[in-house]
């Protein structure tokens, strides 16, 4: 299963970088409903397999972990860390 996440939630609010994303909005696309995850259970399900990207204008990036201190999510294209997430709606 691949879901998409549409928006972030940081905290704090007026934070702007990765290790702040707290929380995220997620869409599965043949189920179409909205879900909300905690950046730790999306860390889980991602390091468990799971496939998680956000969509822009040129198509789908994949979202990984970024194994820190503690771990946090973030885009990754073309062999790169990317902002897409950063890019997203906050809520």
């Known amino acids: ?7 972030v939630h940081m905290e704090p609010a007026d934070a702007s970088d990765h290790q702040h994303i707290a ?13 909300y995850s905690s950046r730790e ?5 991602l390091t468990k397999g799971g496939d998680a990207r956000v969509r822009d204008s040129h198509g789908e990036v ?3 972990v970024v194994n820190d ?6 885009t ?3 062999g790169r860390h ?10």
């Open 76 to 78: 990754h294209a073309d």
């Open 82 to 91: 990317t902002d897409n997430l950063l890019s997203l709606p906050r809520y």
């Open 23 to 35: 929380q995220v909005m997620w869409t599965e696309p043949t189920k179409g409903e909205i879900n």
């Open 1 to 7: 299963m691949t879901i998409y996440i549409t928006a």
């Open 69 to 74: 201190d503690p771990p946090y999510i973030r």
């Open 41 to 45: 259970a999306v860390v889980d399900w």
């Open 62 to 64: 994949s979202v990984g």
